[in-house]
């Protein structure tokens, strides 16, 4: 068997090159020429001169772009939260459905990935504006129950649109229905592997529906959750399109800075410090999911 195995070494390294290759000319080294653009500074309009700097990193902790940053932050955490809020009952009721409603459900949950984000954005555009779906359903809504007032002699004044767009709120909004299926399948994929007899030993040793919840299925969907949670916060945290077309002056997230580093302000070096800074701190992220994933399965032995 061994001989075997080094003998297929020589396979394995061939079906391998191509890809190693490819990884390494169109990510591992342009990654490297920015991560060194951000130890640089600008010499001209088209030079850059890497010597080592640790000027762009000093001036991306300034108080300006670190509230930028932690706005970014903040608005990623609460989109999680809501991903996860929203998305557990929903993998719950996939997971506990029909096999022909279960395979319709996940249709539906991957039915965005066909659109491209942008027409999907545009869409949220026409649905979130002033003169939107939302406000005309309100509207209607409003000019009913104004009929009806009349009728007793009541007046409620006319239907004022919400400002649902360009703002905080339009940015949480679109984050967490673009995030949205990536927080369920990882929740479907760890409670569809539950041992559905343990439910039902729970509920038949006396205890409610909640403490099985809460006792049972999330600590054995636990690992689902930490993966969710780093696939919905982490491509939040670095969102560009959704803030930059919901978003108003007030709603910039840190990609949006880096992309104005790039292609307005010609200041790549400082761009590039800002992108490491964000790649540092999925790092970070992943390296305590992993620490998590370790010490549960170090109490699980």
């Not at 970014?72 to 989109?79: D, H, I, K, P, V």
């Not at 999907?120 to 809504?141: H, I, K, P, S």
Request: charged share 10%; net charge positive.
């Amino acid at each position: 068997m061994d001989e075997a195995w080094t003998r297929a070494k020589g396979v394995f390294a061939a079906l391998a090159g191509p890809p190693v290759v490819w990884l390494a000319v169109f990510f591992l080294i342009p990654l490297g020429v920015i991560w060194g653009y951000s130890f640089g500074e600008n010499a001209s309009l088209t030079h850059i001169a890497v010597n080592g700097t640790f000027a762009n990193y000093a001036h991306a902790i300034r108080p300006l772009y670190l509230g930028i940053i932690v706005k970014s932050l903040c608005f990623a955490g609460l989109t999680t939260v809501l991903c996860l809020l929203i998305g557990f009952p929903v993998a719950i009721a996939i997971t506990f459905a029909s096999q022909k409603t279960k395979a319709w459900l996940l249709l539906l949950i991957m039915l965005p990935f066909w659109t491209n984000l942008l027409i999907r954005t545009y869409a949220l555009m026409a649905v979130l504006r002033t003169e939107g779906y939302v406000n005309q359903a309100l509207g209607f809504l409003w000019n009913g129950a104004g009929r009806i007032a009349a009728v007793f002699g009541q007046s409620i004044g006319t239907f004022t649109p919400l400002e649902l767009l360009h703002n905080n709120f339009a940015v949480v909004f679109g984050l967490v229905y673009v995030q949205l299926p990536f927080m369920v399948l990882p929740l479907y994929a760890a409670l569809d592997r539950l041992d559905r007899s343990l439910l039902e030993a729970s509920l038949d040793l006396g205890a409610s529906q909640l403490t099985t919840f809460r006792r049972v299925v999330i600590p054995l969907a636990l690992p689902g959750i930490i993966s969710g949670v780093l696939v919905t916060l982490i491509p939040s945290i670095g969102a560009y399109l959704t803030p930059d077309l919901l978003g108003g002056p007030s709603s910039m997230m840190i990609a949006n800075v880096i992309e104005r580093q790039f292609k307005t302000a010609n200041d790549w070096p400082f761009g590039a410090a800002l992108s490491f800074m964000l790649m540092y701190m999925t790092f970070i992220a992943i390296a305590v999911q992993a620490v998590v994933s370790r010490g549960r399965q170090a109490r699980a032995t």
